[in-house]
């Protein structure tokens, strides 16, 4: 969207500035509601940057949602060109997302300390938003809708969220009605449970890559997941060195356990036989 009077054949062509209300780009953007959204509460000019940085990331969290539920979807319906388009599009946002920590990568103990003490017993693992994409991983957890039990909308959200199936579920169902063998156990588990690595599944993303006769289809779509689960593991390991260079391995804000924590997160494999078949490839 152009944000300049444009030209045209070398003439150029005043734009309309009387409006009766408000502009139509304010009507559509609600920038004026962005904007004003930044309350902080420190006097440390430093804070600002962290409040707009972490509201951006939630916005990133909210588009990433729309695209993998919308992929999920398609993949329910056997419409692969629709969540192939979708999970590309979410590896630019999730690029875009990871940068969004440049601007707090380089904080010191001190400059976060600063405006530490505003967060109060707020932290990142209260997400919904950041919750909701962990749960479209397949990373399933019932105690992590306790702390949303005050915001009723929020709430019914993610226990709809929780029961749901994930990417992945719906990524191994195409793929069994394709087909392949996965294994009826995973196909029937109970979809509220965090997802565990299978053999079977193993095995049938090892079949996909090395058999003759590629299921093409199921190699791009195993590609693509791969894309998302790599930029994912990268997201964690940008918090966690963020997170090492502000704070050290003091305990995390909200009560975290803080660098602990992250460190164990980053060695989580997102959709891991994709990970593991390439071993036996």
Known sequence: ????PHESQ??????NL????????????????????????????GEMVFLVTTQVMELWFTVIVHEWRTAAQ??????????????????????????????????????????????????????AMYRRMEFLLGEK????????????RVHSELEKALQEPSLYDEALGFLA???????????TRDLAQRYDADPGVEQVWQRIYAGPGQDSEA??????????????????NDHLVATRRAMGAKTGTGGSAGVAWLEKRATKNVFPELWTARSHV
């Open 74 to 127: 398609a993949l329910r319906a056997d419409d692969l060109p629709t969540a192939m388009a979708a999970l590309k599009r979410s590896t630019y946002e999730l690029e875009s997302l990871n940068a969004s920590w440049k601007p707090l990568a380089h904080l010191t103990p001190g400059q976060f300390n600063a405006y530490r003490s505003a967060l109060g017993e707020g932290s990142g693992f209260q997400s």
């Open 177 to 187: 009605r394709r087909g392949h063998d996965v294994p009826a156990a995973v196909l």
């Open 18 to 45: 009387d409006f009766e209300g408000t502009t139509p780009y304010e009507d559509y953007v609600q920038a004026d509601v962005l904007t004003h959204l930044q309350h902080p509460r420190s006097d440390d000019p």
């Open 141 to 152: 957890s019932a105690s992590m809708l306790v702390p949303h039990r005050g915001a009723p």
């Open 1 to 4: 969207m152009s944000h300049e």
């Open 219 to 236: 190699v791009r779509l195993g590609e693509a997941l791969t894309e998302v689960a790599e930029l994912v593991w990268r997201w964690r």
């Open 10 to 15: 070398g003439f150029s062509v005043p734009p």
